[in-house]
């Protein structure tokens, strides 16, 4: 997907006014993104668990962040930090209809 200034600003609103602000947004904004919601049992724990902590320096190794990040502020991937904040930020991204929850045929045996 193409991130919008308009997305960008609104998922980016509790940072307005520091410093690297207008940046993020420029450099969100300045290519094509992938973003993906993923649902289950501990998804947000587990998603912030892989991709590591903000500071990549901070970041255990095998992590997203601390592989693959260059500057904290431009650090590759985001994950939201709880269910209310995901809710905010998946509607921001994806219509209701763009959404597909599914069930693997084997859920039911596990």
Not at 68 to 92: C, K, M, Q, W
Request: net charge negative; aromatic share 10%; with cysteine.
């Amino acid at each position: 997907m193409q991130v919008t200034r308009e997305m960008a600003v609104r998922h980016y609103a509790e940072h307005k006014g520091k410093p690297f602000y207008e940046p993020l947004l420029d450099f969100i904004t300045s290519g094509p993104s992938f973003a993906m919601v993923w649902e289950g049992d501990q998804a947000i724990a587990l998603c912030r668990a892989i991709i590591g902590k903000t500071d990549a320096l901070e970041a255990l190794p095998g992590t997203i962040r601390s592989d693959y990040a260059v500057h904290t502020n431009f650090n590759l991937i985001h994950g939201s930090d709880s269910p209310e904040n995901a809710e905010r930020e998946i509607a921001i991204f994806f219509r209701e209809d763009e959404l597909v929850s599914y069930e693997h045929t084997i859920q039911r045996w596990i």
